[in-house]
Each structure stands twice: as C-alpha cells, then as structure tokens.
C-alpha cells in the first residue's frame, strides 16, 4: 500500500511542474489549520472522557494499571494521570489537571471539562475566520475578566470561622466515592488543618505535615484525628522486645545495628575454629557496645531508618535491644524522617559516637495496640512536638481506602487554599452562570474580534452547570436557561440543587468551595487552551 502511494506521488512529481506546485502551496497553507484542528480534536476527546465524573452525581471510573492494578477513582487527576494518552496535544490536558492539582488540589475534573469546552469555542471561531492569535488573546482578556468578577462575587472568610470551614470540606467531599461519610470525615481534615498552621501569620500549609496512616480493616466510619502521631511500622517482636514503654526517650538512627560489610565483595576463608569464635565473639562485642552507647544515652525506643546497603538489624542486635528493653522499631523511610523528627522533637543520628541525650525525644507513653485486626504504634504525650497532625484511617479494603485518602488529599487542599487566600464562592454552577452574563455584559461595550471572543468564552463557562445538570439527570437546556432567568434577576448565588432537582440558593444548601479552586480552574484552563491555538505544526524529534 505505501509502495503503491509512493509510486503515486513520484509519478505526480515527475508530471508537468505547475499543477505540482499548486498542490503544494495550497498543502502548506492547509497544514496549520488542520494541525490545529487535530489538536482540538485530541484534546477534546480527553475532556469528554471524565466529562461525567463531574459533580456529586458523577459516575467514578474503574481503571486498570499496567501492572493488572485496579484503581477506582472519582477524582480527575487521577483518572487521567492513569489513562494512556498518546498524542501531544491531549497529554496537555492530562497536565493541566495535574497543574490544577498541585496549584489548588480539587477541581481536577472541571479544569479539564472547562479546556475541552474553550476548545470548541475556539474551533467555532476558527471557522468563523478569526485568527488564532486574535481567539488567544481574546480568551486571554476574557479570563482576566472572569477572574475579576469571581472575586466581586465572593465571601470573604476567616480561619475562625470553623463552619465555613467545613462546609467547604463536605463540598468536596460530597462529589467522592467517600461521600456518605463527609460528616465525618470533614470534620477531621478541617481539626487537622488549624492544628499545624497558625491563623493570623500563616499563608501555606505544608500538607506533608499531615499524615495519613492506612490500615485495612474496620470501615471509614472508624476513620480518627489521633492525638499525638501513629506510625506505619510496627514493634518488632521477634527477639521479645517491649511493646510498651513509658516515659518513653525516642532515639532515630540512620546507621545499621549489624555487622559492617567492606564496600567491595570479598571472600574470607577460615579454617581454624579458633578464628571462627574470635570472629564471632567481635561481632558480638561490637553489637553489645552499640547497644550499650544507646542504652545509656537513656534511649528507649529505637526508630531505625530503612537501610539499602545491608540489614538495619539482626537477631543479634535485637535480642541486645530487648534485654536492655530497648522497643525497636525499623523500616522507617527515607522521606519519613523529616516529619518524625517535627512530630517527636528528636534529632536524626547518623553515627553511635554523636549519640547522645539532647537528640531524643520525650513522650509520655509509646505503645503498639491492636485494633480492628491490625496493630499500630502510637505515640501520645509527646514534649517538644512540632505542629503535625496523624490521621489513621479505616477500609474495608484496599481501593476504598486509596480512594478515601486521595478525597481526603482533596478536602485537605480545600482548606490549605482557604488558608492561602480566604474567600469562597458558593458552587453548584452558580459562578460560572454569573461569569457568563457579566461577561455578555461585557461583550457588548467591545470592538471587534474581542466582543466576539467573550461572548464565545461567555458561552464556554456554561459548560459546568450544563455538566452538573447532565450528569444528575436533569435537563440541561431548561435548567440552564432558568439559572440564567434567576441571575438576572439578581440572585446570585442560585445553582442547581442536584438532590432536589431544582435550583435554590447554593449559600442556603451550604455549597461553598474556595475562591481560589474557581480562579485557577480558569485562569490554567485558559492558558493551555491559549497556548493549544498558537501551535501549527507538530515535528518530531529525533
Ligand atoms: N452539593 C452540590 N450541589 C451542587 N453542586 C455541587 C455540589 N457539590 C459539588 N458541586 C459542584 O460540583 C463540581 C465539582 O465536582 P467534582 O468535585 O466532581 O469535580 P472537581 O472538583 O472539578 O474535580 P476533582 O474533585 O475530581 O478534583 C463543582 O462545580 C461544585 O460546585
Ligand atoms: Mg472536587
């Protein structure tokens, strides 16, 4: 076939020269538009795909990894950092949910839905004859404006004002597969929120200050804020070590309580049973005098970081450790160690000779417990704590609780963004129908290609409402055009109530969500839609 296509062309090109020359110049032309119009299209497939995971009556989508995984996800992001996406252009979208991601943490899904519908503005317009730079400038102008009238139209907020607070988590929340179980898990996320920042100095949270702990067994139900900080390892027990200790003096090592190793791979042969107990009586002494230094440092519960270069501990050492009823506790990561070292107030140790009193930490009480058919180790009572939060959470299995966790993640982003900039606008697709008639407003006072670029982008904003309304089984069309009656008559914070059906006052069905989970929806919507249009041709590399 590509021989025969091959031939073809040769021969064309071998033909009289004029009607070769016509062609091309008119393909060189055509390639831009239809390199952006493949664009679109590839875009917008990506949008319409998690389309119907918006809102609290989204489906979620069941999704299997490479490795025969299975995800079950309602949270956008997610489904589309999963889904293999192969052309260029559509990759764009799954980054601009994981940019709405980092930026604002929820509202995955509507950035994306709200690109895929700018696109078809755009499209429209390009057929129109508008030039593409003029729709990117214009759409430009459009979403300064948007984001403008988002910001009259919202509440300002205080951190005091825990209500708010976790109205705007339940909002969140209620859209998860988790969502039955918002009264219970909102408040949770919001306690642990204001427990590491400080109100009136603070503008970020380190979410890394919060930990999740997940253990398989019971329901989220028994999802609990603990006092004080749980660890994901448990004691180790083999060598009959405590599993209780009070006034416990927490001691992190980053070295190994095992026989050292050369770097390099060597062979030793012994062959006298003399030598063969020197050996064995040095290694014993060595291990007996690390254990020693700990114990009379006044260490007695031991965390030991995770070790790739040989074994952390060994029989040996652990039944040293549990003679001296030192609680041993090891695998601790890497990435754990900055949050342990803030929730216990100790100091990591790299080596036995700076082991020394100062660097421990002080807690009232350590101990492993068992609950629901797992045991974890909890700390309470700790002096000296730095501001961080556990939360231990409950599943019946493995994919609840994944999920559980990634709506949490969001919730808990919901509150960092109040923390960042404190104002909330309600939701329910009451926004977005505001922007649109403030931005038709506004088009009418324009010239040229900029009125028609915001009528279009006007237009385009209406796709969440319609999405919501679609999704709930309503319809859209007289939903809609109600909403629209509503705001002009001045009701602004009319949405669509998905559980009733109808549309009421967002504020009164207390949907709020945060100003900044709306403005970054669309400001980064605009700019990859932006920067979609200005592209004409697509090359490879080598
Ligand atoms: N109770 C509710 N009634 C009406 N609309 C709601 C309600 N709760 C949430 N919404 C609306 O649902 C939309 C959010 O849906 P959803 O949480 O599924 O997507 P997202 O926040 O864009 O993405 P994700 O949560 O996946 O990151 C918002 O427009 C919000 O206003
Ligand atoms: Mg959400």
Redesign the pocket.
Known sequence: MAAATATASSAKASGPSAPRNRNDTFNQKDKPAQVRLSNITAAKAVADAIRT????R?MDKMIETGKKEVVIS????TILKHMSVLHPAARMLVDLSAAQDVEAG?????VVVLAGSLLIAAEKLLKKGVHPTQIAEGFQYAAIEAVKILEEISIPINLDDREFLLKSAT??L??KVVSQYSSILAPIVVDSVLRIVNPATDHNVDLNDIRIVKKIGGTIDDTELVPGLVLNQTAITSAGGPTRVEKAKIGLIQFQLSPPKPDMDNQVVVNDYRQMDRILKEERNYLLNLVKKIKKAGCNVLLIQKSILRDAVNSLSLHFLSKLKIMAIKEVERDEIEFLCKATGCKPIADIDSFTEDKLGYADLVEEAESNGSRIVQISGIKNAGKTASIIMRGANQYVLDEADRSIH?ALCVIRCLVKKRALVV???APEIEISQRLSELAKTQAGFQSICFQAFAEAVEV?PTT?AENSGLSPISIVTELRNRHANGEKSA????RKGTISDMLR?N?V?PLLVSTSAIELSTETVRMLLKIDDILASR
């Not at 995971?53 to 609290?56: T, Y």
């Not at 949405?495 to 998905?498: H, M, P, S, T």
């Open positions: 995971s918006l809102g609290p989204g309602n949270d956008g992001a929820d509202g995955t899904t509507s909002t969140s209620s859209s969001d939701g329910g697709g969440i919501l949405g669509i109530n998905v069905e949907v969500q």
